[in-house]
């Protein structure tokens, strides 16, 4: 991801393809595919990558934090535990989340997400990542 971000900054042009050149095998190795202790710094980092990205070329929008939604979701999942359902809670990510306006833009899952993060129901986010 952050190569494609520093691709991205150094081309003069970026065309998309429909069909896809590469098919990527899921592995058992992949970031997503088991724990890793250190799954949420590597997740903030991107997270601050793109988004410098996206400011920087005027594309930030509200709608960044669909993605970073996305994202929080997938760190509570990568050890859906008591303390680092409580670790993710603690991070500014969350809140900036929270306050974004983003919800008009989320389907009813991730609006009901949305709610527990606001207000830090933790029984009800262990039960809901496990379904979106």
């Known amino acids: 991801m952050l190569f494609n971000i520093d691709a991205y900054n150094a081309a003069s042009a970026i065309y998309y393809l429909s069909e896809p050149l590469v098919i990527y095998d ?32 005027n594309a930030f929008t509200d709608k960044y934090y ?4 996305n ?4 760190m509570m999942n990568n050890e859906p535990t008591y303390e680092n359902i409580e ?3 603690t991070l500014d990510i969350v809140s900036e989340t ?14 009901i997400a949305l ?9 009800m986010l262990r039960i809901i990542i496990k379904y979106i």
């Open 87 to 89: 670790r993710v809670l």
């Open 26 to 57: 899921n592995t058992s190795t992949g970031l997503n595919k088991k724990y890793r202790e250190d799954f949420i710094e590597i997740k903030l980092l991107l997270n601050k990558y793109i988004k410098e990205y996206l400011i920087k070329h």
């Open 98 to 111: 929270v306050k974004s306006g983003v919800k008009k833009y989320l389907p009813l899952r991730k609006k």
């Open 66 to 69: 669909i993605s970073v939604l």
């Open 115 to 123: 709610f527990c993060l606001k207000y830090r129901i933790r029984f």
């Open 71 to 74: 994202e929080i979701i997938a």
